[in-house]
């Protein structure tokens, strides 16, 4: 199993910024991508940005030029650098990772962030 915990939510005014982190353990091998999927209250989650162990990511077009995601492989990290936050962003945030050679997909508990005035 791979355990995923996220830390870095809160409470933002907008236009601020957060830094979300995710940390891995457990049987992380051939643990090929990691992303940040979100869930807004009464919405389906959906995605937000992956990450792959050569380094490509892609980003959902709503957060593109305003979120940035980065990996520590060394220390089996993922972190989630948000800026321009607007209410809209206001969601759980939940840290996913994905074994391509068994198609095996783990998932955080998540953590709140709250775009508010």
């Known amino acids: 199993q791979v355990q995923l915990v996220e830390s870095g939510g809160g409470l933002v005014q907008p236009g601020g910024s957060l830094r979300l982190s995710c940390a891995a353990s457990g049987r992380i091998f051939n643990i090929n991508v990691m992303g940040w999927y979100r869930q807004a209250p009464g919405k389906e989650r959906e995605f937000v940005t992956v990450i792959t162990n050569s380094g490509s990511t892609n980003y959902a077009d709503s957060v593109k030029g305003r979120f940035t995601i980065s990996s520590d492989n060394t220390k089996n990290m993922v972190y989630l650098q948000m800026n321009s936050l607007k209410p809209e962003d206001t969601a759980v945030y939940f840290c996913?990772?994905?074994?391509?050679?068994?198609?095996?997909?783990?998932w955080g508990k998540g953590t709140l962030v709250t775009v508010s005035s």
């Open positions: 996913y990772a994905h074994r391509p050679l068994s198609d095996d997909h783990y």
